[in-house]
């Protein structure tokens, strides 16, 4: 366990957690992935998590083998959810998010919300992607940030807006309501493969927790 940090929830009032996970029991409760990895690189293996002392970690190595999982029991249209993370400077073929997916499976016309996607290798910069419409479009943002140190990264999804929320302050809202997802959306914690070619840095992600929301 870290220190709490500032918060969404706290500082918006969202109340108490309708669902928390603070890996006190390892990872309990999640469906973790065991099959081939994004795009069918690499291979997405439940060996590839671990926790210790109230710290998941996904770690990712060489051969694309990593790890992802879904919090499919807490689906619900509308809310917001709230996680702790950190990872260290990675390989560029690793990819840290938390995530939005359809609990319907229907991507890409079900929408994805990736609400924290690392892509910079240096972890000092931090991506929203926000997914929709058969063709897959997207619109996306940044945040300059040193993720490489504990941060809370949060979501809000309104029938009007999807607003992402850096240690409880905004860095990016949309109010398009063509990106709106049109159903039920669950938490997914994900550390995915892009390789590049060449040798791959072993590469990791730790979450101290996740929390979710009822809508307001």
């Known amino acids: 366990m870290t220190t709490e940090g500032t918060t969404a929830a706290a500082k918006l009032g969202w109340g108490d957690p309708v669902r928390t996970d603070d890996f006190t029991d390892g990872a309990s409760g999640w469906n973790v992935y065991d099959g081939p990895g994004h795009a069918g690189n690499g291979r997405r293996t439940p060996d590839a998590v671990s926790v210790a002392d109230g710290i998941l970690t996904i770690t990712g190595d060489a051969d694309g083998n990593t790890a992802g999982m879904a919090w499919t029991e807490g689906s619900q249209q509308y809310g917001r959810w709230e996680g702790r993370v950190k990872a260290p400077a ?11 997916w359809p609990t319907a499976e229907n991507f890409p016309e079900g929408g994805e919300i990736d609400f924290m996607e690392m892509m910079d290798p240096s ?3 931090t991506n929203i992607f926000v997914h929709y419409g058969a063709d897959n479009s997207q619109i996306d943002g940044a945040v300059d940030v040193d ?22 302050e905004p860095w990016f809202e949309t109010t398009d309501q063509a990106v709106q997802p049109p159903g039920p959306m669950h938490l997914c914690i994900q550390l995915d493969w892009f390789p590049k070619g060449g040798s791959v840095q072993e590469s990791v992600m730790h979450v101290d927790w996740v929390r979710q929301y009822a809508p307001g």
């Open 123 to 125: 972890r000092q910069k």
């Open 147 to 168: 993720a490489t140190e504990w941060h809370n990264w949060a979501v809000e999804w309104t029938p009007e807006r999807i607003t992402a929320y850096l240690d409880g």
């Open 90 to 100: 990675s390989d560029p073929s690793y990819n840290a998010l938390l995530l939005l």
